[in-house]
């Protein structure tokens, strides 16, 4: 058992873990994010884990089964708090899963209250009087409303719990959070006195959200967005530090493998190459009719003579309309499981020739990726830009310090300032 594990986590999907450990880390804890749960102890020395689902929209029942699973574990190493992370923009239908993944949780850990919030302002995502804002707008009319896979058509954060929750929903609003800890606790007091299992909780600073962190000390389980974690270290003495996102010193070659078509990426890839360093692109039809993999050792003995002199980029990353044609021709769903499927190839045979320093662009991209390179878990490092930090991982071909980047996020000079943060 791991006896100084603090904080036990579960994400609801992979990108929102790393999005949790990243605040952790910048608070001041040391935190391991592993993908899915572990068969195994945990055997790295941290403050919290991270254990990242991918439970955000399979059915409820799914979705409890693995996050009792994970809380299990969770347990086993010796959590004293437990977090279950969801988005911040609180996605979910009446269906689940955020209520009854939270219910089922309550009742494992034989709690009775809890807060809701997804409040993230450091992203834009704040909650007042229980309304949920995404920017300047309510979340039902930031584009969310047309989700396909979870619409959420009202911002009424209170309702929303409701309809998925079977205990009575109440609301800690602005003027207590401002208040500080003995008033929130004091209105928790109160809404327990009525029943309330769960209270969705204001915030719309970062402010708040500091506020919030002491009154949430004793708390069995908290469900929350990221922001939440800003104000949790400090209730167990610890706060912002260097230690905390220290990484193992970087050594080996370096490389980008880049399957995002984002506009940021194609930024990205645009700046890299004017750099004048050695990019490949690759082209979906050239790995059409089983020729992905001689198109792979194409691409290798290609990047194996530059690795020596800096990083190499492998991207697959085009322009909307290139992407659309592509899809016309092949499938949606069909050309992009060719395409991760080869640059996680190219992955792991950029790691097999030396790379130990990989910075991967793309939400599944980086899934594909890190499944080719048999990475469990990560260590959490230094922020480059918010939302992605280095992390650093034993995989199957030794241990690599990696950067998993979701599309829209990063400078437009990631792929060569990531380098210089490692450094
Ligand atoms: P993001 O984080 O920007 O959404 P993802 O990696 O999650 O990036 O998604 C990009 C998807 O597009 C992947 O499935 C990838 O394989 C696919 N893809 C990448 N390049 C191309 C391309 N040139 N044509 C068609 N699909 C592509």
């Known amino acids: 058992m791991n006896k100084g594990l603090i904080l036990g986590c579960i994400a609801d999907d992979f990108t929102g873990a790393t999005d949790l450990a990243n605040n952790l880390v910048r608070a001041g804890m040391r935190v391991v994010q592993t993908i899915g749960v572990p068969d195994a102890p945990l055997a790295a020395d941290v403050d919290a884990v991270v254990v990242a689902l ?20 969770l347990q086993a190493q010796g959590a004293q708090q437990i977090y279950f992370k969801y988005c911040s923009t609180f996605d979910s239908t009446p269906d689940g899963n955020i209520g009854p993944v939270t219910e089922a949780l309550m009742d494992a850990l034989g709690c009775d209250f809890t807060i809701a919030t997804p409040a993230f302002p450091d992203n834009g995502r704040t909650v007042f009087k229980g309304y949920l804002f ?41 003027k207590t959070v ?10 928790i007091a109160a809404l327990r006195a009525e029943g309330v299992g769960v209270a969705v909780v204001d915030a719309t600073s970062n402010a708040d959200l500091l506020l919030l962190g ?39 070659l370096q490389a980008v493998v880049s399957g995002s078509c984002s506009l940021a990426t194609n930024a990205q890839v645009a700046h890299f ?26 691409v290798l ?43 996680a190839a190219v992955a792991r045979g950029l790691v097999d020739l030396g790379v130990k320093q ?12 890190v499944q080719a390179l048999g990475i469990a878990q990560l260590q959490i490092g230094p922020q480059i830009d918010p939302g992605v930090p280095w992390c650093h991982a034993p995989s199957a071909a030794g241990s690599v310090h990696i ?16 380098f210089k943060v490692l450094a």
């Open 403 to 418: 950067t998993l980047k979701s599309g829209n996020f990063g400078t437009e000079d990631f792929f060569t300032k990531a």
């Open 214 to 252: 002491p009154a949430l000390k004793d708390m069995a389980l908290v469900t929350a967005g990221s922001g939440v974690a800003v104000g949790l270290p400090a209730n167990f003495g610890l706060k912002p530090s260097v230690q905390a996102s220290q990484l193992p010193a970087a050594t080996g």
């Open 54 to 73: 991918k439970s955000r929209t399979i059915p409820a029942v799914e979705a409890i089964a693995q996050s009792l699973e994970a809380l299990q574990w």
């Open 178 to 187: 401002a208040q500080g800890e003995a008033a929130i606790r004091e209105r």
């Open 273 to 298: 190459k004017a750099t004048g360093r050695p990019a490949l692109a690759i082209n979906p039809a050239s790995l059409m009719n089983g020729q992905s993999d001689a198109l792979v050792q194409q």
């Open 358 to 369: 990989l910075v991967v662009a793309g939400g599944e991209t980086s899934g594909a990726c």
């Open 301 to 343: 003995a290609w990047a194996a003579p530059h690795l020596k002199d800096g990083p190499v980029l492998v991207y697959s990353t085009a322009t909307p309309e290139a992407v659309k044609q592509v899809q016309a021709q092949l499938g949606v769903a069909e050309a992009g499981a060719l395409v991760e499927d080869a640059l």
């Open 134 to 174: 995404a920017g300047n707008v309510l979340l039902n009319e930031s584009g969310m409303q047309n989700h396909p896979l979870t619409p959420m058509q009202d911002a009424n954060l209170v309702r929303v719990m409701q309809a998925q929750t079977k205990r009575p929903v109440g609301l800690i609003d602005y």
